[in-house]
């Protein structure tokens, strides 16, 4: 079965040692909970797991920062 996006978001931050709790609309790159490195990582899992083509001109890369915007984005290549 494959991985929700809070369950990538979530091994991201463990694996830079953050395990805190995060909501559905909490900010996570602009907070600092996750960094550019790891926006880069998540793109790549968006694209590669859950077929999302971030290639687009006009993608606004603001649609990544909450758990709430990635579940959006992901039900709409859905």
Known sequence: MAQSIQ???????????NT???TKDEPIFTSG???????TELMMTLESDFGID????D???????????LEG??????
């Open 33 to 39: 909970l996750l960094d550019s490195l790891a926006a």
């Open 73 to 78: 984005l992901i039900g709409e290549a859905a």
């Open 20 to 22: 805190q709790e995060i």
């Open 7 to 17: 369950d990538v978001v979530k091994s991201m931050m463990a694996a830079r040692g």
């Open 54 to 57: 971030l290639a687009d001109a």
């Open 59 to 69: 993608f606004d890369i603001s649609k990544l920062d909450t758990l709430a915007d």
